[in-house]
């Protein structure tokens, strides 16, 4: 049974500037040297004390503002970052669907990269070659799958990045909206291939501005505040709460 908990999970950041990269002042630091406060390494607290459980059947929607923690969440869930303390505890496949473009070549061909790209989901060579057709089908990019990615404008690229996202089966689906620099008709396509791998995956976890999109997909959210999670319920009802005119 897929499931995800975390227990008071936080995520911390150091940023490294050219005072404090130099390896005596950081071993100095890790073994007590005498290191004045202004050589301190300052820290960004991405995520603070987060505890959620997650069952399989959940379609979890995340919204906040830009830097609320919603993509570090996500990291978190899929492995990607390692809390720095509390735990994270992520039971079945993942399928981190974060920026449509990694895992993809430049080099090679949209036919390539359609196998490599599946690979790095989690699919293996086999399961991605029985599904090249109906992928270059959905992208409608013709003959030029048989091009190197580097030709490909930023919306053919999308195109054939959400072909093979959509084709892959999940059993924890983490998604992060960025699927805009493609034309509406084409948008709407995907959105309707989104729904049929959502209802394919054991649990979601959709990180998203649009409403619309969320309503879609999802049944409950929760609203991430500076790194904290500042409410989870039902979809509707945290909403509210977060368009609220009350809230700063």
Not at 94 to 102: E, M, N, Q, R, S
Not at 137 to 151: A, I, K, V
Not at 173 to 193: P, S
Request: one cysteine or more.
């Amino acid at each position: 049974m897929v499931s995800i908990a975390t227990r008071d999970a936080s995520v911390d950041f150091p940023i490294f500037n050219a005072k404090t990269r130099s390896l005596k002042k950081t071993v100095l630091g890790m073994v007590g040297g005498n290191i004045s406060s202004e050589d301190r390494v300052p820290v960004i607290q991405a995520l603070h004390d987060v505890t959620l459980d997650l069952d399989h059947g959940a379609r979890v929607g995340l919204v906040g503002h830009n830097g609320a923690g919603k993509s570090t969440l996500l990291r978190l869930l899929a492995g990607i970052y390692e809390p720095t303390s509390g735990t994270a505890v992520v039971s079945g496949r993942v399928a981190p669907v974060f920026d449509l473009g990694v895992g993809m070549d430049p080099e090679i061909s949209g036919y390539e990269n359609i196998i490599i790209r599946g690979l790095f989901l989690g699919m293996s060579r086999k399961q991605m070659e029985e599904r090249v057709d109906d992928i270059a089908e959905f992208t409608e990019l013709g003959d030029f799958l048989s091009m190197p990615l580097r030709t490909y404008s930023t919306g053919m690229r999308v195109r054939l990045a959400l072909g093979v996202v959509t084709s892959i089966d999940p059993e924890i689906l983490l998604l992060d909206e960025g699927i805009g620099a493609v034309d509406a008709a084409f948008l709407e396509k995907a959105r309707t291939r989104l729904s049929d791998l959502v209802d394919r995956a054991g649990l979601l976890v959709f990180a998203s501005h649009s409403d619309e999109f969320l309503r879609q997909l999802c049944t409950s959210a929760i609203w991430m505040n500076h790194g904290r999670v500042k409410a989870h319920g039902h979809l509707d009802d945290v909403l509210r709460a977060y368009k609220s005119p009350e809230v700063a």
